[in-house]
């Protein structure tokens, strides 16, 4: 067996392995049955995963859960303690320890304090400049990507799927960057029928095989929001952006697709770390008459 054929089989089991994390955070997650999965013994399988994923399968499982954990404390009124229960914690005591080593604080407190909050009305009237948005031109962009279908918290699923298949083919460089495609707003869509990408930037010569696809992303004027603090907070900046810049810009939307790059990676930095440009695409300026 050639090595690209022994890659694809162990990209076939690290797909198996991700889509039932994934699928099954809720329930009691155990590392040998995850091995059972992938078909490999447990000492072997976590060095591939460890070794293509660049973290254990534990720290996969348990970011997972704290980010779903942190969506439910800015999403929902649901008792900590209840939330806690629900992503593997039935000690309120050892979440919230856990929560506060990977936010900086409790979840309680994140609730009320977290940068969520940073967008919300009475914060837009007190500092109306408080937000980092530019307006950019940006070149036209090629994208590799892996489609998802459902909710926007669970990209990261397609994330997985796609560094293991760019690793499985040899194809990964360490400049291409992260990005987020999202096609339906999830105001008016069905979860379960919303549409995204997640991609890496990559040239043209880089081949797109199944499960890739290749985008495009159009070149033009974009509003670019940048965003500082955990992926769950960020459906409140998108409040902000759309219904606060955007009307004082005096810019109008292009009917293009906006996107997230993503600067840094959360297996490498705590999520008040990780930062995000939102991206908003924009009609281009009129000038002003002479």
Request: aromatic share 10%; proline share 6%; charged share 25%.
């Amino acid at each position: 067996m050639s090595d690209n054929e022994i890659w694809a089989a162990y990209e076939k089991r690290l797909l198996r392995v991700s889509a039932y994390i994934y699928e099954h955070l809720e329930e009691d997650l155990d590392l040998d049955r995850l091995s059972e999965i992938a078909c490999l013994s447990a000492h072997h399988w976590h060095r591939v995963y460890r070794a293509v994923h660049n973290e254990t399968l534990a720290t996969t499982v348990r970011r997972l859960r704290l980010h779903r954990a942190a969506g439910d404390l800015v999403r929902s009124e649901t008792a900590v303690r209840d939330i806690a229960a629900r992503w593997g914690y039935p000690n309120l005591q050892s979440f919230t320890r856990a929560f506060a080593a990977f936010y900086g604080m409790p979840p309680a407190r994140y609730r009320k304090e977290g940068s969520h909050r940073a967008f919300e009305t009475h914060c837009e009237r007190e500092f109306p400049r408080m937000f980092d948005v530019t307006v950019r031109t940006l070149p036209e962009q090629t994208l590799l990507g892996v489609p998802h279908s459902g909710s926007y918290m669970g990209i990261g699923k397609a994330f997985e799927a796609l560094y293991g298949a760019l690793f499985s083919r040899s194809i990964f460089q360490p400049d291409m960057r992260m990005v987020g495609v999202f096609l339906d707003d999830p105001d008016l869509v069905a979860e379960e029928k919303l549409r995204s990408f997640a991609c890496v930037t990559a040239s043209g010569d880089v081949p797109a095989e199944a499960p890739l696809v290749r985008r495009t992303l159009a070149g033009g004027d974009y509003a670019v929001l940048r965003h500082k603090g955990p992926y769950a907070n960020m459906g409140s900046a998108y409040r902000w952006l759309y219904g606060t810049w955007l009307p004082a810009s005096g810019r109008s939307i292009r009917d293009e697709v906006m996107f997230e790059s993503y600067l840094n990676n959360p297996r490498e930095v705590p999520p008040n770390e990780l930062v995000t440009e939102i991206c908003l695409p924009l009609q281009p300026a009129v000038e002003a008459a002479a």
